[in-house]
């Protein structure tokens, strides 16, 4: 039976940029002779937000697994069997789908997109770098970390930025008070949310009213509302994709004090709105989305009196604002186009057959346990593992 080749993206089903990537890849993609398909794995223990939404792919489905609790060779069998057959490309986002490749010959060009400027992005592409065919990294920081870590691999390694949606409804002119939003993961150690309950009192000092939407969740979301009461606070939680594409135009500026970024999604989302972005000044990702003082304003790293400062500028002179908002959404709509950015991560997946590396003899998977192994039943692994971390006091 001859059975067409296909393009599968494997990723967590969880909200998030990485979801949001993977979602305009399939949505923007041009007729091409290949099939797609999306495989979501949950982990059932893990706290993240699900998507739980439907791709538009030619089929979708999802995988559940207990981790650190089940055989992994259980969770490997269920997730390889989600996988059609037959070749073409497996694009691998995370982890779990790494280690069916190491367990399993696809017959796939396996291909890994990084997604962030991080150890643990490099350490996974190391980790797994004899199953890995191509390296797909959407930021030039990431890519030169790439680089820098695995250099026989240069060839390998390719810069391909994605796009995204650009909104239906754009932001407008608003006299009233300034509309500040973030939209991210609320968590400080990457993101620095709690600068921003800083940033407010600095701007009530400075005499700046404002009001601020907070779209998102994470593990500083309860601490981050207790120490930041105010009803000029809208706290709109976790939003689907389309739902947070519809609420960015009622909002001015994009306050993103962030610690570490690979690309960063929401960013670019929000300047396609044409919200001016006030954030980090950081070497990964933002200089290649943000030109400063043009389309953004970027104050130093934890600089709560710099974040303030700019954010007050543009109350001060909102025919700069309107100026900037314009650029904002002119830079994305020119250079992040979906279509346009598909099309090179199409025209890399047709060369599947080129790019497909030998198979390595003897490809273990590589952080197995005693417990991970193919001859042990699921339902002995699972037993003893839940005895083990109930003991612990850990959720089973």
Not at 152 to 172: F, K, N, T, W
């Amino acid at each position: 039976m001859n059975i067409s080749p296909s393009v599968v993206y494997v990723v967590p089903d969880k909200m998030g940029g990485m979801m949001n990537i993977v979602r305009a890849l399939i949505e923007s993609r041009s007729p091409d002779g290949f099939s797609y398909h999306a495989v979501l794995t949950d982990n059932v223990l893990s706290t993240d937000t699900r998507y739980g939404g439907a791709l538009r792919a030619d089929s979708q489905s999802t995988v559940r697994y207990r981790s650190p609790t089940e055989n992994l060779y259980a969770v490997l069998n269920r997730v390889r069997r989600a996988i059609p057959d037959g070749g073409g490309v497996l694009v691998a986002n995370d982890q779990i789908e790494l280690a069916v490749a190491h367990a399993f010959d696809l017959g796939r060009m396996v291909a890994l997109i990084l997604h962030g400027d991080h150890d643990y992005y490099y350490d996974l592409a190391a980790r797994h770098e004899a199953v890995i065919d191509v390296f797909i990294a959407y930021g030039t920081a990431m890519r030169d970390g790439l680089r820098r870590r695995l250099p026989h691999r240069e060839g390998d390694i390719h810069h391909l930025p994605y796009g995204v949606p650009m909104p239906a409804r754009a932001r407008q002119p608003h006299g009233g008070p300034l509309r500040l939003m973030f939209a991210g993961r609320l968590e400080h150690g990457q993101k620095g949310v709690f600068d921003l309950p800083a940033i407010d009192a600095a701007l009530r000092e400075r005499g700046v009213p404002v009001t601020w939407t907070i779209a998102g969740g994470g593990p500083d979301a309860r601490a981050l509302q207790s120490r930041w009461p105010g009803a000029h606070i809208s706290w709109a939680g976790v939003l689907a994709p389309e739902a947070m594409l519809a609420r960015l135009p009622d909002a001015d500026i994009f306050v993103l004090p962030t610690r570490a970024e690979g690309f960063p999604v929401a960013l670019v989302e929000a300047m396609g709105a044409g919200l001016v972005p006030v954030v980090s000044d950081i070497p990964s990702g933002v200089p290649e989305i943000v030109d400063r003082g043009v389309t953004g304003l970027l104050p130093a790293v934890g600089d709560i009196g710099g974040f303030a400062d700019a954010i007050a500028a543009l109350a001060r002179d909102r025919g700069r604002l309107e100026s900037m908002s314009r650029a904002c959404r002119d830079s994305v709509a020119a250079r992040f186009d979906p279509v346009e950015r598909t099309r090179s991560y199409q025209a890399l997946y047709a060369r599947w057959r080129e790019l497909r590396r030998p198979r390595p003899a003897n490809v273990g998977v590589p952080y197995r346990t005693r417990l991970d192994q193919p001859w042990i039943p699921n339902a002995a692994v699972k037993a003893a593992r839940t005895l083990i971390r109930r003991y612990q006091g850990k959720p089973a």
